[in-house]
């Protein structure tokens, strides 16, 4: 079978993806119409022609704007329900979504507004696409550590709905073990944890994601490469990394798609996983991401169903649900 089809049919799972950054330029037209919120573009093409970023902060500045039109609690649903939509077609089975609740409790959106309906349109998509879920809920770590414990405690009132949390937003200057506190006491609560390390942040950030926030996932991981121990000590520990080539080229981490390191990362042994992180915003969902990576990098198709089994054993189902998806 040609790399492509396979790529289009195998189950796979999607353990990156921010639900926020699925907001497509249409759909941040049509809520900022429905809420009367004021946005710096008219068209559709004046929003596309916005997404030229030179680094994460660039993103993020824009990323922030673009959800401001998010208000009620249909905006998270038609959000969520769109992306779920999309990534039927993908053959995507399992979902595990990260959303942001600092970013909207500061505008004034509860926590219930949010949770309410990005949770009713993952009980949809178990319903009518068989898609499961599990969802993480990231704290902003460009905020001070004590900012996250109002999220956390309203974590703590859903522990039903939210399975992990993780660490997102501004990574430069901002090392895992300022929230480790935070951290511990979200595994105290029984979360599980992950964070974003490595992505612009050096290796030694993701030494302290492991060793003081104890993720049981690296979101990105690329600089690990830099420190070959630590790359044997995750081949050893088969901690899954949730890479994401399309980010890493549109945030210029690299400076061009036959230089990401996914092929490597599968040549050492590591648990490395496809993903496509913000990708309204980046110019891919998952599938385009394994194509354009793919192409590049030239993965064979053994690589291909390497990748998408790996998705499957990094994520969070039980043993048994992740037997069905092998
Ligand atoms: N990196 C860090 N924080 C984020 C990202 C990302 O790619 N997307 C949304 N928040
Ligand atoms: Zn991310």
């Given at each position: 079978m040609d790399i492509e089809k396979l790529i289009d049919q195998l189950p796979k799972t999607e353990l990156?993806?921010?639900?926020?950054?699925?907001?497509e330029p249409k759909m941040m037209l049509d809520l900022a119409k429905r809420n009367k919120v004021t946005l710096p573009y008219e068209t559709v093409d004046q929003v596309a022609a916005a997404y030229q970023f030179n680094n994460l902060q660039d993103f993020l500045d824009v990323y922030y704007q673009g959800m401001s039109v998010l208000i009620e609690e249909r905006d998270f649903y038609d959000l969520t329900w769109a992306y779920l939509e999309k990534v039927h077609g993908d053959a995507v089975r399992h979902v595990e979504i990260f959303f942001d609740p600092q970013a909207h409790m500061e505008r004034g959106v509860s926590f219930e507004t949010v949770l309410g309906g990005i949770t009713s349109a993952l009980a949809e998509a178990h319903r009518q696409l068989e898609i499961s879920s599990k969802l993480i809920m990231c704290f902003?770590?460009?905020?001070?550590?004590?900012?996250?414990y109002e999220a956390l405690e309203c974590a703590c009132k859903h522990k039903e709905h939210i399975y992990a949390v993780g660490l997102d937003s501004s990574e430069a200057g901002r090392p895992p073990e300022l929230f480790s506190r935070l951290f511990a006491s979200a595994r105290d609560h029984g979360f599980k944890t992950v964070a974003h390390a490595g992505e612009e942040g050096p290796a030694a950030y993701i030494k302290t994601a492991l060793d003081d926030l104890r993720v049981s996932r690296v979101d990105h991981?690329?600089?690990?490469?830099?420190d070959p121990a630590l790359i044997a000590r995750l081949a050893q520990q088969q901690t899954p990394m949730t890479m994401c080539p399309l980010s890493n080229l549109r945030l210029k981490g690299?400076?061009?798609?036959?230089?990401?390191?996914i092929k490597r990362a599968l040549d050492a042994g590591l648990l490395a996983t496809v993903n496509s992180d913000d990708p309204s915003y980046f110019g891919g969902y998952i599938n385009d991401n394994y194509r354009a990576v793919a192409k590049a990098v030239g993965l064979t198709a053994a690589d291909i169903i390497k990748l998408s089994k790996n998705s499957v054993i990094a994520s969070f189902l039980p043993d048994g649900q992740k037997q069905n998806l092998l």
């Amino acid at each position: 079978m040609d790399i492509e089809k396979l790529i289009d049919q195998l189950p796979k799972t999607e353990l990156h993806l921010h639900i926020e950054g699925t907001l497509e330029p249409k759909m941040m037209l049509d809520l900022a119409k429905r809420n009367k919120v004021t946005l710096p573009y008219e068209t559709v093409d004046q929003v596309a022609a916005a997404y030229q970023f030179n680094n994460l902060q660039d993103f993020l500045d824009v990323y922030y704007q673009g959800m401001s039109v998010l208000i009620e609690e249909r905006d998270f649903y038609d959000l969520t329900w769109a992306y779920l939509e999309k990534v039927h077609g993908d053959a995507v089975r399992h979902v595990e979504i990260f959303f942001d609740p600092q970013a909207h409790m500061e505008r004034g959106v509860s926590f219930e507004t949010v949770l309410g309906g990005i949770t009713s349109a993952l009980a949809e998509a178990h319903r009518q696409l068989e898609i499961s879920s599990k969802l993480i809920m990231c704290f902003l770590r460009h905020l001070p550590e004590e900012a996250g414990y109002e999220a956390l405690e309203c974590a703590c009132k859903h522990k039903e709905h939210i399975y992990a949390v993780g660490l997102d937003s501004s990574e430069a200057g901002r090392p895992p073990e300022l929230f480790s506190r935070l951290f511990a006491s979200a595994r105290d609560h029984g979360f599980k944890t992950v964070a974003h390390a490595g992505e612009e942040g050096p290796a030694a950030y993701i030494k302290t994601a492991l060793d003081d926030l104890r993720v049981s996932r690296v979101d990105h991981g690329n600089r690990a490469f830099e420190d070959p121990a630590l790359i044997a000590r995750l081949a050893q520990q088969q901690t899954p990394m949730t890479m994401c080539p399309l980010s890493n080229l549109r945030l210029k981490g690299i400076s061009d798609l036959t230089k990401h390191p996914i092929k490597r990362a599968l040549d050492a042994g590591l648990l490395a996983t496809v993903n496509s992180d913000d990708p309204s915003y980046f110019g891919g969902y998952i599938n385009d991401n394994y194509r354009a990576v793919a192409k590049a990098v030239g993965l064979t198709a053994a690589d291909i169903i390497k990748l998408s089994k790996n998705s499957v054993i990094a994520s969070f189902l039980p043993d048994g649900q992740k037997q069905n998806l092998l």
